[in-house]
Nanobody, 121 residues
């Protein structure tokens, strides 16, 4: 069993910044691609950014140039630095990780419970 927990959400003014964190724990042999998603009320979950173990990150057009994803492989953690926040960024933000739990296991995706980000004046 793998658990992911997000932190760092909260209320921020338009134009402000916020940094989200997510750490994976439990039965982990190795964590591969990690990412951030968000879901606003009445809308589908949206992919924001992913980062592989090795290589460049990928970003959705809606956040490109404003958000930065990073990871700490030693801590099985992923971060999302958000800048120039807009009211439309308001959503529940979720982290995701592709994890191999044992040397003989296949890759599976896991999700955190989410953290609320509200951008309002």
């Amino acid at each position: 069993q793998v658990q992911l927990v997000e932190s760092g959400g909260g209320l921020v003014q338009p134009g402000g910044s916020l940094r989200l964190s997510c750490a994976a724990s439990g039965m982990i042999f190795r964590v591969y691609t990690m990412g951030w998603y968000r879901q606003a009320p009445g809308k589908q979950r949206e992919l924001l950014a992913t980062v592989p173990v090795v290589g460049s990150a990928n970003y959705a057009d809606s956040v490109k140039g404003r958000f930065t994803i990073s990871r700490d492989n030693a801590k099985n953690a992923v971060y999302l630095q958000m800048s120039s926040l807009k009211p439309e960024d308001t959503a529940v933000y979720y982290c995701n990780a592709e994890v191999v739990t044992t040397p003989a296991s296949t890759l599976n995706a896991y999700w955190g419970p989410g953290t609320q980000v509200t951008v309002s004046s």
